[in-house]
């Protein structure tokens, strides 16, 4: 995931849940990253920062990649 996003992740701010994981960055940002598999994201559809982008007056921040 560093590679891909050409950050370093903080290991000392990572916050774990269920499927997801956020750490502050070396660029003073912040990523999170959600683990799902492949099977069940046709399934599941949209995820929250999806359904947010639709939604007018949502605060949200920028989405700056995706990959898998």
Same mark, same amino acid.
């Given at each position: =995931?560093? %590679?891909?996003?050409? +950050?370093? *992740? ?5 916050? %774990?849940?269920?499927?997801? =994981?956020? &750490? ?10 959600? *683990?799902?598999?492949?099977? %069940? ?11 947010? &982008?639709? *939604?007018?007056? +949502?605060? =949200? ?6 990959? &898998?």
């Amino acid at each position: =995931m560093e %590679r891909s996003l050409q +950050v370093r *992740l903080d290991r000392e701010t990572v916050v %774990r849940k269920r499927r997801t =994981m956020g &750490a502050r960055t070396d660029r003073d940002t912040w990523v999170r990253t959600e *683990l799902r598999g492949f099977g %069940r994201i046709g399934a599941q559809g949209w995820n929250r920062p999806e359904i947010a &982008a639709d *939604l007018s007056g +949502v605060a =949200m921040p920028s989405w700056h990649a995706g990959f &898998a």
